[in-house]
């Protein structure tokens, strides 16, 4: 058993190392080696992402992890964010570099000055490319794998667009990517939110983020997409000539889902005591398939194990038979550990019957015939509707309100809570400190599509409140 | 038109810039920016060699990026043979790093020192793990698009065996596994050679590789594969207890498919002077639907390239319909040159008869029923053996046999050429020089499975030859 639930830490550094899912023990903070067992599931939520932003009209490109000092420094904004935190290369072989190159801490100054070669005129737009791959931050807090580390997994993908109205639009339909492979496939469930000004990604005029609640009631940021706005445009001149003959800077965004941190809201929401439970959608194996002998019939279960396992193959469902020389007690334990979604067992009797034993991972266990075998995709559907309306529920009863700020002092440590805030404009930047300093959390932002105060007072500074915001101490 | 074939250096960087492969103008010398058409292909190559090596019992992981210089240096031939040519990161943020880090030119110091913690006895073993990236090496020759690169897109197997037969049967799969992928699949030949023992990779008892030859007559090394021995094992004091309990260092392989320069072979290989011909296993777009309309008929035209669309969705064949306001003939010449397998045409008639204009990018036309259709992806596979068949015929006529040194320098610059040859261990270095120096080329090494000599001499010295080599230019 892992230690419980409620001691959230402690159970998620158990399982990273449990279950097999990433060693920490490589010579370099931060830096994770990811083992098959995690790194096969990240595999399927990258395949998932690139599925969506395929459909959503993106081509995938592939930039290169350095870029040169003169392109990161063009954009002011950016440049300030993020000379601190980045790795330097100045020396190749035996030579110093004329020009220092930085490892890539995100793409933007990589792709924009191809953007100004790529983009001339109206034909030009819209211009939607992705890149999966990998960012590097000198990340100075405590690391933690998969949710604060110096290596990412992740996607970004950097469109350009005519308009602003264009470019906002696209930032609706990455909410609504997250919302289709986030939360419908991965059952993870999250606000989208507008970030305050004072939080909002260097170089951008807005950045848009979803938030999840982990266990220890704490935000975790897994996507973001920005609204760029023309400041990039204008540092790196991005223009285009409309269908009239005029010149003007294009409109960006930038989007990314962060798959480290997915994965991380994977293991940590759906997991229990036992280990993982990985969604049937992007589990390695669907099914393990436990023989169960019986004295003098070793011969007729090993040879039934064949048949289910002939059974699966042709049916093309992932699926692994476990023949090694532990005691089925410890496979069981094993496989839960392992989060996979179902185990089949087969003993004598069901040889005989011509049935099988189909336990879920969230409990429950039937008998059915061998020919049922076929309603395996269509359950592990229902199990990741069982699963996600696990985590929504969980997600819904950390979700709080507050009016004063009694209120949410007593509440904010047990997840997000809603409360009527002056401003997320600069303005807003002195209450924000003191939710900070004194609270030690954040201002998360205001959702996307929420309503607006109608004549409440800021919790902090009792001015009259422009948002409603969610307050949360974070990851 | 593209610049002849006969002209390849021409060809190629034409056919680069025409079909919009990538973008050269990235400011850090020899890192390509690679665009859709062809990363497109290149994930597709990915996926293919991924299967192979799944199937071959391979589990994915992901390593870090950087390597830490003590691990760098830990295996002496190694750190002799690559720091000359790494890219090191000395500073992050504002800070100096303590150790410096290596920007992984290969993974070997990466995962060994891992391998060292996890393989404890003979259980433990075989360990078979691949990580599919980028590695990085400060190339200081000229370079050339995906020939010869600074960002280097590759898969690396690391595998670990008790005994040094298990070890050099993998070999025997890692070349089983090229054969299958980049022969049977892309429809490139190439020769499976061990390397000469002045030629082998650093920290290596011998290496194996898969050379093809390009259009210009040089040999381009597309696959390799190494017996490391015990070398690494030993620097890294990797061992396991066999099950009586005795303690050995692991023999090991590591595998290096360089998809970078499997796909310029791809190129390379089946383009012609219109363009691009990609495989039908590869190709984005299986299929482009191009309507041929007629004046008052533009309905019906547009109508039937709707069925046609339609049917092909059905089928689950990737393809385009071009709707743009190009002419007819303008849009059979763009995707030429993009190098689409099949083209359909559909005009009034087509549409008055049910039936399309079937054309393959390799020649020839025919009109077909609407029904046929569904015999795509056959026809695809027919497509494949086609450009596979070309592929071989050009590469069996560029291999020469030799039996004096006149003979040699004669044939050297058209091929790859056969000769008898006093050693490939480090006696025949003397010969090799000799071959350099006069002739500019490399002795590429003996067959895997070749013939012995009979008594031939060595075209250089004269003394007995103990192999056949193979002698080119080469990348």
Partial sequence: MLPPRSNFSEW?????KEADLVDLRYGVKGFLVIKPWAFKVIKAIYALYEKELERDDHAPVHFPAVIPESYFAKEKEHIKGFEGE???????????????????????????????????????????????????????????????????????????FATHEEALAQVERDMAMAERVIRAKLGIPFLALRRPQWDKFAGAENTFAADTIMPDGRALQIATTHDLGQHFAKAFSITFKDSSGRESHVWQTCYGPGISRIYAA???????????IYPYAVSPIKVVVVPIPRKGKEGVVEAYAGKVAERLEALGIPFFVDTTDRTPGNKFFYWELKGVPFRIEVGPREAEEGTVVLASRLGGKETIPLEELSTLP????????????????????????????????EKVGRGMVKVPFCSIDMDGVECYHRIKE??????????????????????????????????????
């Fill in 12 to 16: 998620y550094s158990a399982v990273l």
């Fill in 266 to 276: 994977l293991v940590a929401l759906h997991g229990d005591e036992k280990g993982l």
């Fill in 438 to 475: 004194e609270l030690k959390a954040e201002v998360r932002g205001e959702e996307l599509r929420g309503e607006k105060p109608g004549g409440e007072r800021c919790v902090v500074c009792g001015k009259e409140a422009k948002h409603f915001v969610w307050v949360a101490k974070q990851y």
């Fill in 86 to 160: 980045v790795f330097w290369i100045t020396h190749a072989g035996h030579n110093k570099l004329e020009e220092r190159l930085v490892l890539r801490p995100t793409s933007e100054t990589a792709f924009y000055p191809m953007y100004a070669l790529w983009i001339q005129g109206w034909r030009d737009l819209p211009l939607k490319l992705y890149q999966s791959g990998t960012v590097w931050r000198y990340e100075t807090k405590a690391t933690r794998p998969f949710l604060r580390v110096r290596e990412i997994l992740w996607i970004e993908a950097h469109d350009a």
């Fill in 378 to 409: 269509e359950r592990g559907r229902a199990f990741d509707a069982q699963l996600r309306e696990r985590a929504e529920a969980f997600f819904t009863s950390h979700l709080f309100e507050a009016s004063s700020w009694e209120e949410l002092e």
